[in-house]
C-alpha cells in the first residue's frame, strides 16, 4: 500500500532533532512521497534542499498569506528560480486567511494574484490556504486562476464549494481534522464527496491526528487520515490508498515515484 502526504512542513525547526527518523518512519509505512511546502522565501529554500537530499521528498515554493505583505519583486524573482528546480512540483502555499490577518487584506489578494500568475508562467499547479476567506478565494480562482490545476489545502468549506473547486478542476485535501471527534459537519462532507477528487495530507507539524492529539505531527500520521476516509466511505483502506496516490501522482507529477 502506497501513500502521498500531499502537505507536510518538514523544515520546521520542530523536526531539527530526528528529521531523517521521521522520513525513515513515514518510508516504513507505507508514505512513498511527501510534499513539503513553503511558506515563505527561506522554508521555500529549505523544501528545495530537502527535496533535493531525499529521493521520496517533493517541494513546493510560496509565499503563504501571513507573510503576503513581505512579497516583492526581488522575492517573487527568487520563487521563479526556485520553482525551476525539478523537484519543485506545485505553487504554494499561497491563499488568503481572514482569520489572523497578519498581513492587511489587500496586501494578500495582491501577493495571491500574483503567485498565480507565476503559477501559469511556470506551468505549475497551485496549492490553496484558505481561511475564513471562502468567497474571496474562489473568486480569484474562477477570475485569475483559469487553466490552473491545484488543491485546497485542509479543505474547510462547505459542499457547495467543494462542487465549485471541483468545476474548476481542483482537488480537495483532508488532514487530521476529520479524525477528530466532533467535527461531524467535516465527515458528513468526506462522506458525500468523490474519492477522485481527494488528496490526503499531514499539514506536520501541526493538527495532528486522533488518537495522538497533543503531540508532533509526523508525515506517517497520513495513514490515519486515509484510514478514517476509508471508515467514512465504507471502503477499504488500501481503496482510498490507491485512489488519493493516483490523484497525487495526476496533479503534481511526481517523477520517480514508484
Not at 490515519?224 to 501522482?249: G, S, Y
Request: charge should be negative; aromatic fraction near 6%.
Amino acid at each position: 500500500m502506497i501513500l502521498v502526504d500531499t502537505h507536510a512542513h518538514l523544515d520546521s525547526h520542530k523536526f531539527k532533532d530526528d528529521r531523517a527518523e521521521v522520513i525513515s518512519r513515514a518510508l516504513a509505512a507505507g508514505v512513498q512521497a511527501i510534499v513539503t511546502v513553503g511558506v515563505d522565501l527561506k522554508s521555500s529554500r529549505a523544501a528545495v534542499a530537502l527535496a533535493q537530499q531525499h529521493p521520496s521528498i517533493y517541494a513546493a515554493v510560496g509565499v503563504h498569506p501571513h507573510d503576503a505583505s513581505h512579497l516583492g519583486h526581488d522575492e517573487l524573482g527568487e520563487l521563479a528560480h526556485l520553482s525551476e528546480q525539478p523537484q519543485v512540483v506545485a505553487i504554494g502555499e499561497i491563499g488568503l486567511d481572514f482569520y489572523r490577518n497578519l498581513s492587511p487584506p489587500d496586501s494578500q489578494r495582491e501577493a495571491f494574484v500574483t503567485q498565480l500568475a507565476l503559477a501559469h508562467k511556470m506551468a505549475k499547479p497551485v496549492i490553496i490556504h484558505d481561511r475564513d476567506a471562502h468567497e474571496q478565494v474562489l473568486s480569484i480562482l474562477r477570475d485569475k486562476a483559469r487553466g490552473l490545476r491545484g488543491v485546497l489545502h485542509c479543505f474547510s468549506g462547505d459542499y457547495d464549494m467543494a462542487m465549485q473547486a471541483m468545476e474548476m478542476d481542483f482537488y480537495l485535501s483532508f488532514a487530521g481534522p476529520v479524525t477528530f471527534q466532533n467535527a461531524r459537519r467535516l465527515q458528513e462532507l468526506v462522506r458525500r464527496l468523490p474519492l477522485e477528487r481527494m488528496l490526503v495530507e499531514t499539514d506536520c507539524p501541526y493538527l495532528v491526528p486522533h488518537p495522538h492529539r497533543g503531540r508532533r505531527n509526523e508525515p506517517a500520521h497520513v495513514r490515519l487520515v486515509a484510514a478514517k476516509i476509508a471508515e467514512l466511505k465504507d471502503l477499504p483502506l488500501e481503496q482510498v490508498a490507491e485512489i488519493t496516490t493516483a490523484n497525487a501522482r495526476r496533479l503534481f507529477g511526481l517523477a520517480g515515484m514508484p
